[in-house]
């Protein structure tokens, strides 16, 4: 026969809301470097953690390193934009952005995506002329016939 749980659902959501909200948030600015001062001589991943710089996730700390030097490098007083994450591209679907390269096949074959065409208004069964100039290689759509 199974044991119920001895415990109170009200307290336990109380303490977990709780644990969130002092969850402490990282260190920037002036507080971070002061911490660093004084923290100078002890190891990265206790800096990190005295900083606010490390999360638990699935009950293991996991440090973000990267966002702890950005945040350094702000606070004394240097802007690096282009190091910030690159945030996904989106084409307005499901899905990544297309990333214009494509490499020849061991059969030869070279494999445009079904997105190139989509996002210029193609469907099945369009044609396309192929075209071999100076070395490149152009796709073009053929002239719709009048029938």
């Not at 206790?46 to 606010?52: F, I, N, P, T």
């Not at 290689?137 to 719709?144: T, Y």
Request: proline share 5%; hydrophobic share 35%; charged share 30%.
């Amino acid at each position: 026969m199974a044991k119920e749980a001895d415990f109170d659902l009200d307290s336990l959501i109380k303490a977990v809301v709780a644990s969130d909200e002092n969850e402490a948030k990282p260190l920037t600015g002036d507080d971070l470097l002061a911490c660093v001062k004084e923290n100078s001589e002890a190891p990265k991943d206790v800096l990190l953690e005295k900083a606010g710089y490390v999360t638990t996730k699935n009950g293991k700390k996991v440090t973000n390193p990267s966002g702890f030097y950005l945040a350094l490098i702000e606070a004394q007083g240097l802007s690096l934009p282009n190091m910030q994450k690159a945030k996904p591209q989106r084409t307005g679907g499901v899905g990544r952005t297309l990333p214009y390269k494509t490499k020849v096949m061991k059969n030869g074959s070279l494999v445009v995506g079904a997105g190139y065409f989509r996002a210029h208004g193609y469907s099945v069964g369009d044609t396309f002329k192929i075209k071999i100039t100076d070395g490149s290689i152009r796709i073009d759509p053929c002239e719709p016939k009048d029938d």
